[in-house]
């Protein structure tokens, strides 16, 4: 066979691949819709805490009602008036969508709805899945497809952001990181990939704040690869600088309102991102493009120094509020009672002391993952898979650690070399079969998988707990539950105060408006709470009656209800919660003993 010959069937075979990749990915994708349908789709009635995805479909409700594209305001929460928040509307396009259309095939809104909770994280979990399989391959060849199929599949269900009811934005992000990750493993054989990556790569900061350390990552990869092997890289950095500069120029214009052009956004996607972004991005395709700026090592760490100088500089006097840490002008009360005790934003450190279970599920496998590259580094033969696959690992297990929502990223990354050590034992069972080699094959895979880690983290907590009873787990989850809105859902449309975790359930399941929710914008509704349920009963009332409160919420069982109780033992909250009724409140006779007890407030005279 001549090498022509041999181009022609590599060729030919690439599309059969890729089309296997996308058969396996379908499976798996109905395999996970399968196992959530026998068991009724229960996030669809039992959001399970997950007030960001609620907010979403209350978000997109009032886009489809009439609330204009560029208007972010959450009206129905925060104090009169309501507050902006910090989402995109490039997650809110496609689900309004799937359900104008979903409405007009069944007739129904509610049903329309259903069907975006399952289908739309779904789509995502099949894509994800996609890509893990395609970088997998690419990482190490065709041998890691199963492994990344069935490790791949088992993490993205683990971390639990794509199943059904899960419109929060973090699966999108993932999916699009795990995208640009793949296109850029592909890049040196695939004309238009690298171009892609960069779209991946700026819609996925478009969508929110949290991965602009992921970007930031890929971007630096790209570029020092480039300056190491301008032959082989120039053209992928050129494509992968256009791609990032032009995406974030089409984002800036079609999200962002001209009146706000102007105003930065250090939470959000604005004026302060759009121009780090078309200066790194165009920078970085003149520098591979330029011949004076990419002929010698020196002159190509020179052009690239300058950029990074030119970016630092802008940051430092046009944007030096946007270098402070995320939370750092947020509140000091809501610092230490309420962001401090939100899961996702706790460091490692604090989730060891709390849940030494949860914190080995969640850190095990990315740090296996990165013994296994710190390995291959050792015995040499580095590659630019390597280089993209191991930053990227090390930079969000780094985030992890500061806050666990990073782990659903590491984990993600995790698979890739994982699966590629599961196929190096699995090819050495098939070539010499032997006990020893089948059993370090099996040890593999089951290192490889979060549930068994999780599992066996479960159990040895149980057996070693001798400090405290068992957490009461139906406690926690008391008010998750659609159902214990009804009630509240068929009173007149009022004002409700309640803690912030009930927020986004009783605007998704009720017509009423509520002052509180976990969000760091709504600063003046998150404080004016904190003054009533940690106030007296004279300070609540004050509230309830300078902002026209027509309700009074309890859940017994959240965990925000009991640390507000334990915080102010003396406060309006903690004696709701012992029982003791103030007279300018009643008790609404049907919800005594519920999960969400409603107390009306009485008119004044």
């Given amino acids: 066979m001549t090498p022509a010959d041999t181009m022609i069937s590599v060729k030919a075979a690439q599309p059969a691949s890729r089309r296997n990749d996308l058969a396996v990915a379908l499976v798996a994708t109905l395999a996970m819709v399968a196992v959530n349908a026998l068991g009724g789709f229960p996030g669809l009635t039992d959001a399970g805490g997950d007030n960001d995805s609620l907010l979403r479909l209350v978000e997109v409700r009032d886009m489809l009602a009439g609330q204009g594209w560029f208007d972010l305001h959450q009206y129905r929460m925060g104090v009169e008036g309501g507050f902006v928040m910090h989402w995109s509307r490039l997650v809110d396009a496609p689900l ?110 478009a969508v929110g704040m949290e991965t602009a350390p992921y970007v930031a990552t890929i971007g630096v990869c790209v570029s020092l690869l480039f300056v190491a092997d301008p032959s082989g890289e120039r053209r992928i950095a050129r494509d992968f600088g256009l791609g990032f500069a032009g995406v974030s120029a089409l984002v800036f214009l079609t999200t962002i309102a001209p009146s706000a052009w102007g105003q930065p956004q250090c939470d959000a996607f604005s004026t302060v991102q759009f121009v780090v972004a078309a200066l790194a991005g165009c920078g970085l395709a003149a520098a591979a493009s330029l011949d004076m700026a990419n002929s010698t090592l020196g002159r190509r760490l020179m052009a690239l120094g300058l950029l990074a100088l030119v970016l630092a500089a802008v940051m430092v006097f046009l944007f030096p509020q946007c270098l402070a840490a995320p939370y750092a002008e947020i509140d000091p009360r809501l610092s230490q009672i309420w962001l401090g005790h939100i899961e996702e934003a706790q460091s490692i450190i604090q989730l060891v002391l709390d849940d030494p279970a949860m914190a080995v599920a969640r850190f095990a496998t990315p740090l296996v993952a990165i013994v296994l590259m710190a390995l291959h580094f050792s015995h040499g033969g580095w590659r630019r898979q390597d280089s993209l696959v191991g930053a990227l690992l090390v930079v969000a297990v780094l985030v992890s650690a500061w806050e666990v929502r990073g782990s659903t990223f590491s984990i993600a990354l995790a698979v890739i070399p994982l699966c590629a050590w599961i196929a190096k034992w699995r090819q050495r069972a098939e070539a010499s079969p032997s006990r020893n080699s089948v059993l370090r094959m099996a040890a593999a895979w089951l290192i490889s998988v979060n549930a068994v880690w999780s599992g066996a983290a479960g159990a040895a907590s149980s057996a070693f707990e001798t400090n405290a009873a068992a957490k009461d787990a139906s406690a926690d989850a008391a008010c998750h539950g659609k159902a214990s809105f009804a009630a509240l859902g068929r009173m007149p449309a009022t004002t409700v105060l309640a803690i912030s975790n009930l927020g986004s359930p009783i605007l998704a399941f009720t017509g009423h408006r509520v002052f509180a929710g976990p969000y760091h914008r709504n600063v003046a509704g998150n404080l004016l709470v904190f003054d009533a349920l940690l106030g007296s009963a004279s300070d609540a009332k004050v509230v309830v009656d300078n902002h026209h409160v027509g309700l009074v919420a309890l859940c017994r069982g959240n965990p925000e209800s009991r640390l507000f109780a334990a915080t102010a033992p003396g406060g309006f909250l903690a004696g709701l919660m012992r029982g003791s009724v103030p007279d300018w409140l009643e008790p609404v006779a049907e919800t005594r003993g519920a999960p969400l007890e409603l107390y009306r407030v009485r008119p004044t005279d």
């Fill in 96 to 205: 309004a969508a799937i359900i104008l259309v979903a409405s007009a095939l069944t007739g129904s809104m509610a049903m329309a709805e259903t069907v975006a909770e399952v289908l739309w994280p779904a789509l995502l979990f099949c894509v994800a899945l996609l890509f893990t399989v395609r970088a997998a391959r690419s990482f190490a060849g065709p041998g890691t497809v199963l492994p990344a199929a069935v490790i791949g599949a088992a993490a993205l269900h683990f971390i639990g952001i794509f199943s059904p009811g899960a419109l929060d934005h973090h699966n999108v992000q993932l999916t699009l990181t795990m995208a640009s990750l793949s296109l850029l493993l592909e890049a040196p054989e695939r004309r238009w990939a690298a171009l892609l990556a960069g779209l991946c790569a700026a819609l996925t900061l």
